[in-house]
């Protein structure tokens, strides 16, 4: 393998190693929570009543891992592209763009963390969220557009706007009495669980397919829609 292989694992390495175990400490605080806050309406509960505060800080954690990872994912085949076809000298501004687009998105999230008002949540929400979708637009990016519904960039989105938007409202939770945005969160991060589900197997096939950079020039010839590819050429004599 070379460098530019040990590159690609970055990010399906970060994911297994780092994402994937947050989710389930996340979904287990949020499942003793929940069973905390009913066991209270019937008397007092057993649990902890700190499994509420660890949910809402390590939940944090998973919302900016989530989007760091998906800003990662982009990173690699963006600035592939880039090295590749020599874009820094053909064309520099668009270079600089997207390193600035990197950055802003990266300074939204951290500005959306900081944030206490619900307009500035907001604008920071959106300004992150767009800077993903503008990233993930870029030439280099494999969205596998003729299948949507099963491509591992469009779930990645979603799943990464879930998170924001998780983040963006955790102050509406704690003040809303009717527990309106209480409910919001719970139904959209139960999509968010399945979504996640779906970028593990996405992420597993989208692995199997992508080749390593030396088998690249011949893979590549390859009639995928019919599934043939051309005959070795013979040993030389």
Same mark, same amino acid.
């Given at each position: 393998m070379e460098i530019a292989d040990w590159t690609a694992l970055i990010h399906p390495a970060i994911?297994?190693?780092?994402?994937?175990?947050? #989710? +389930? #400490?996340?979904?287990?605080?949020?499942?003793?929570?929940?069973?905390?806050?009913?066991?209270?309406? =019937?008397? *007092?509960?057993k649990i902890s009543p700190v499994v509420g505060k660890e949910h809402v800080q390590i939940g944090k954690w998973l919302s900016a891992a989530v989007v760091g990872v998906a800003l990662i994912g982009l990173a690699y085949p963006i600035f592939g592209h880039i090295?590749?076809? &020599? /874009? +820094?000298? =053909?064309?520099?501004?668009?270079?600089?763009? /997207?390193?600035?687009?990197?950055?802003?998105? /990266? @300074?939204?999230? #951290?500005?959306?963390?900081?944030?206490?008002?619900?307009?500035w949540r907001g604008v920071? @929400?959106?300004?992150? +969220?767009?800077?993903?979708? /503008?990233? +993930?637009?870029? =030439?280099?990016?494999?969205?596998r557009d003729n299948e949507w519904y099963w491509s591992h960039y469009y779930i990645g989105i979603a799943v990464a706007m879930l998170m924001i938007f998780s983040l963006a409202i955790i102050e509406d939770i704690y003040k809303d009495k009717s527990n309106r945005w209480r409910n919001v969160h719970i139904i959209l991060n139960c999509i968010a669980l399945l979504l996640f589900l779906g970028q593990g197997m996405t992420g597993t096939r989208d692995l199997l397919e992508i080749p390593l950079s030396w088998q690249k020039p011949t893979i590549y010839q390859c009639d995928f829609a &019919?599934?043939?590819?051309?005959?070795?050429?013979?040993? *030389?004599?």
């Open positions: 994911a297994v190693t780092f994402v994937f175990p947050l #989710i +389930g #400490i996340v979904v287990h605080f949020a499942w003793q929570t929940r069973q905390r806050r009913l066991q209270n309406k =019937e008397g *007092k509960s090295l590749e076809n &020599n /874009i +820094g000298s =053909e064309n520099p501004f668009q270079v600089v763009f /997207i390193v600035l687009m990197f950055a802003a998105t /990266i @300074a939204s999230l #951290i500005f959306l963390y900081k944030a206490r008002q619900r307009l920071f @929400a959106t300004l992150t +969220g767009a800077g993903l979708v /503008i990233l +993930g637009f870029q =030439e280099g990016v494999f969205r &019919n599934k043939t590819c051309p005959s070795p050429a013979p040993p *030389k004599s």
